[in-house]
């Protein structure tokens, strides 16, 4: 994926959990961002507050004291692997394509995104595998 992709993806989730606009993603804003990339999993406080406290550790250089998480810092997070951007603006059911209406280059988009998808589903439906020995036995 081009970093101008990565980018705007990385962008349009900040600004959804910036809820106050001042550009950065405070404590309780990056803790709504982590709630809501991890619908399955129940953090306990302290488990959320380890969390924060670990992003402010490694990332004292993006942070702008109580405001918080600057996009660059986000950027960076999602660099470093500490979360899957793609799969967390999946989880989000977030769409570049309704953002900047731009039908330049939705056919790449579609396509890796479709893949994604798929790889989700085969990763948390197996029955799926059970279609393919049946079809092989009909031929
Ligand atoms: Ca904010």
Excluded: H
Excluded at 26 to 48: G, T
Excluded at 112 to 121: A, G, I, S
Aim: hydrophobic fraction near 30%; glycine fraction near 6%; avoid cysteine.
């Amino acid at each position: 994926m081009s970093s101008s992709i990565r980018l705007r993806k990385v962008n349009k989730i900040f600004k959804r959990f910036d809820v106050n606009g001042d550009e950065r993603l405070s404590r309780q804003e990056m803790a709504n961002l982590i709630f809501a990339v991890n619908p399955r999993v129940k953090f306990s406080e302290e488990q959320i507050k380890a969390i924060l406290d670990e992003v402010s550790r490694t990332y004292p250089d993006f942070i702008d004291g109580e405001k918080g998480l600057r996009l660059d810092g986000l950027l960076r997070t999602y660099d470093d692997g500490a979360g899957d951007l793609d799969r967390d603006f999946d989880t989000l059911g977030m769409d570049l394509r309704s953002d900047s209406g731009s039908e330049e280059e939705p056919e790449k988009e579609k396509k890796k995104k479709k893949y994604q998808k798929r790889k989700d589903e085969e990763e948390e439906v197996p029955e799926k595998e059970e279609e393919m020995p049946l079809l092989l036995g009909t031929s």
